[in-house]
Structure formats: C-alpha cells, structure tokens
C-alpha cells in the first residue's frame, strides 16, 4: 500500500531537465522529425513527454505517438535519435516509447493547433 501512495504524487508526465545548457539544442532537434502523416513536428504535436539529459550529456526521451497502431511506431525513435546525435556535445540518446498518459489534441502547442486548423 505505500508505495502506491508515493505514486499518487508523481505527474503523469516526468519533468524535463529544461535548465540543462543543452536542452534548446535537444528540443531544436526534436522540432527537425515530422510524423509524416501530420504536417506539424513532433514536439509541437506534443509527442515528446520528456526531455532529460544528464551530467554526461546522455539524452533520454520519453515519447508517445498519435496512436498505437502509427505506421511509423517502428522507426520514429530512431529517425529522433538521428536528429538529436548529432547536436554537438550529446553522448547518447535513449529513446522510451510509453502509452500512458495516451496522447490528446490538448498536448499540441498553439502553434501546431494552428496549422492544423484547430484554432
């Protein structure tokens, strides 16, 4: 029972380590990789859930996609890790897919509910 206590207080959504020098980098990369389905990139369609990098520059992604049956689901942590490798200073990428929280309209930046039409 107690650790399901502890539980109830974590988000559902890790935080990202957004202070770290190399985070704009990260997330700049991450806006390079579109799902090719929707014109919009992955981190405006709210795809990311968190962004951590370390001390050692090591990158973890915590990600999710439209839909468990995307056609892409195989390949789209590897086209990310592709755009994030190669920002100078990062030693290695990880990438988790996850399905909870699911993904919803609500994650998508303004920007992307824009060009949508959503807006």
Known sequence: MESQSQLEGEPLIKPS??????????????????DPEIPVNIYDLGLIYTIEINEQNE???????????????????????????????????????????????EMMSDEARLELGFM
């Open 17 to 34: 380590t957004a202070d770290h020098p190399l985070y704009d980098a990260v997330v700049e990369a991450c806006r390079s990789v579109y």
């Open 59 to 105: 990158v973890d992604i915590i990600m999710t996609l439209t839909a468990p049956g995307c056609p892409v689901a195989g390949d789209m942590p590897g086209w990310i890790v592709e755009a994030i490798e190669p920002v100078a200073g990062i030693k290695m990428v990880n990438i988790e897919l996850v399905w909870e929280p699911p993904w919803g309209m």
